[in-house]
């Protein structure tokens, strides 16, 4: 049970401090972590089921492929640390949030894609969102 609790206690202080680096836990990050998830769980159903990935040329799961994409997706927590760097360097809030919702309607458009290969219908309001979601996040000026 000792072992548990040290386990337990060391992922508690580790999810912590990478909360606390990306910028705190708020529900901008808490939905580019979900859109990030949603969209590895999808893309690797896609390619281990339907075998429909345009990410090989066979259509099924790749090694490369797969590591790339988390690769990616490490990358853009990194940008989201710089963005709750720049913030925190000029007194602003709204680096971070912009970089979060951008990726989150990239992430969104992956997943709605994914979806739309498995033959799963996705509604047009959906999209719209997701678009207007990464345009905002693209366009963000500072004023909100």
Not at 19 to 48: E, K, N
């Amino acid at each position: 049970m000792e072992h548990k609790n040290l386990i337990l206690g060391s992922l508690a202080a580790a999810g912590s401090a990478l909360a606390g680096a990306l910028g705190g836990w708020d529900g901008a990050l808490a939905l580019l972590l979900a859109m990030m998830a949603a969209d590895c769980v999808t893309g690797w159903l896609l390619a281990a089921v339907w075998k429909k990935s345009n990410k090989s040329a066979s259509g099924a799961l790749d090694s490369r492929a797969g590591w790339k994409g988390l690769c990616r997706k490490g990358v853009v927590l990194v940008v989201v640390w710089i963005g709750a760097m720049l913030d925190n360097t000029m007194g602003t809030a709204y680096a971070r949030t912009a970089v979060c919702l951008f990726f989150a309607g990239n992430e969104g458009l992956s997943l709605l894609e994914n979806l739309g290969l498995m033959g799963v219908p996705c509604p047009k309001f959906l999209r719209d969102a997701l678009e207007t979601l990464r345009e905002e996040g693209d366009e963000s000026d500072g004023d909100s």
